[in-house]
């Protein structure tokens, strides 16, 4: 409904649509929305009482604040992707069981390679693909085998 500004009737017409599309609102707050709400804020500020500086320093620290903490949000991301990935390429060589999600029985191999394509590094056990949050067990073959000779002696 559109409102006119002089007289201040309204109209019922709904406006033609326009063959531009409209870009889909934002479904997070972010630093730009909040520097556009408090802009808004000090341009439509009633002029006989202005904004109090304390609220507006208030609002600034909390913009601080929430930069702050979505940086570190993604840095501890990042350190958990790069944690798994380390995890993963560790476990090349080494003696690993998972459950088979087809049989649901343990399945026991070792473990040749890693792959980093997915969100998720994989672990190639005898040709088969798992996700490196499936694998429930690790045996490290060298560490067990010298372990055993050398109580046999």
């Known amino acids: 409904m559109a409102l006119d500004g002089i007289t201040g009737t309204v109209t019922a017409t709904v406006p033609a649509s326009t063959s531009a599309t409209t870009p889909a609102p934002k479904q997070t707050m972010d630093s730009d929305m909040f520097m556009q709400l408090m802009v808004t804020q000090l341009q439509n500020q009633d002029p006989s009482s202005p904004m109090d500086t304390n609220a507006m320093i208030s609002q600034t620290t909390q913009l601080a604040m929430m930069e702050s903490i979505s940086n570190n949000t993604t840095t501890g991301n990042e350190n958990f992707s790069l ?48 996700p490196l949050d499936s694998i429930s067990g690790i045996v490290d073959s060298s560490s067990a085998s010298s372990s055993t000779s050398g109580t046999s002696a």
């Open 83 to 130: 944690q798994m990935r380390i995890s993963a390429a560790n476990l090349v060589g080494k003696q690993v069981t998972y459950t088979d999600s087809t049989t649901g029985k343990d399945v026991s191999g070792t473990a040749a390679s890693v792959s980093f394509a997915g969100s998720v590094p994989t672990v190639s056990v005898g040709g088969k693909d798992i």
